[in-house]
T-cell receptor, first 112, second 112 residues
């Protein structure tokens, strides 16, 4: 069964304290791995897509990397506005354009 | 560039009543998805449309749930005879040929 596990469930950082979020996945064949940011009471906001092991994507203070079994979202020198829940999702081969399988998310709190 | 919109944003209903939600996707997107999200969980896939054709349904979509996408534009999700377990955030997403799914703000349903 395809599944996604994210850790830690919650992470508290001081402003400027860099860290990483983990997304471990089991999927029959990976078509793509996606990172989303979700603020309370809002829909997920798309951040990155990674397609193959070794691929990296960056956006401002965020950098996503992918291996054959997991993905990391690295946050460099975070600011309070980076506080949110970060969701990881996978799409399996043979399901083009269909279901994303999400993890439960990591809730990040950054204090000044 | 208007994103995905959903109406209503909040709905409170009594158990046993029927409710209907609407989703307007990004205008050029031909694929539309419905997900459900409960507190502390990631979104769970419900159903998927390509243009007006409903191509996939999750086992989560019981007989009380029905979705339509007439003319391949907006979509509606109806829940008949609501139950307390239906209380959740209902999210709509749309995509083009690429795999990135863009989410709307969601409709929060509370069944009393």
């Amino acid at each position: 069964e395809d599944q996604v596990t994210q850790s830690p469930e919650a992470l508290r950082l001081q402003e400027g304290e860099s860290s990483s979020l983990n997304c471990s996945y089991t999927v029959s064949g990976l078509r793509g791995l996606f990172w989303y940011r979700q603020d309370p009471g809002k829909g997920p906001e798309f951040l990155f897509t990674l397609y193959s092991a070794g691929e990296e994507k960056e956006k401002e203070r965020l950098k996503a990397t992918l291996t054959k079994k997991e993905s990391f979202l690295h946050i460099t020198a975070p600011k309070p506005e980076d506080s949110a829940t970060y969701l990881c999702a996978v799409q399996a081969k043979g399901q083009a354009g269909t279901a994303l399988i999400f993890g439960k998310g990591t809730t990040l709190s950054v204090s000044s | 560039d208007t994103g995905v919109s959903q109406n209503p944003r909040h709905k409170i209903t009594k158990r046993g009543q029927n409710v209907t939600f609407r989703c307007d996707p990004i205008s050029e997107h031909n694929r539309l998805y419905w997900y459900r999200q409960t507190l502390g969980q990631g979104p769970e896939f419900l159903t998927y449309f390509q243009n007006e054709a409903q191509l996939e349904k999750s086992r989560l979509l019981s007989d009380r749930f029905s979705a339509e996408r007439p003319k391949g534009s907006f979509s509606t999700l109806e829940i008949q005879r609501t139950e307390q377990g239906d209380s959740a955030m209902y999210l709509c997403a749309s995509s083009l040929i690429s795999y990135e799914q863009y989410f709307g703000p969601g409709t929060r349903l509370t069944v009393t």
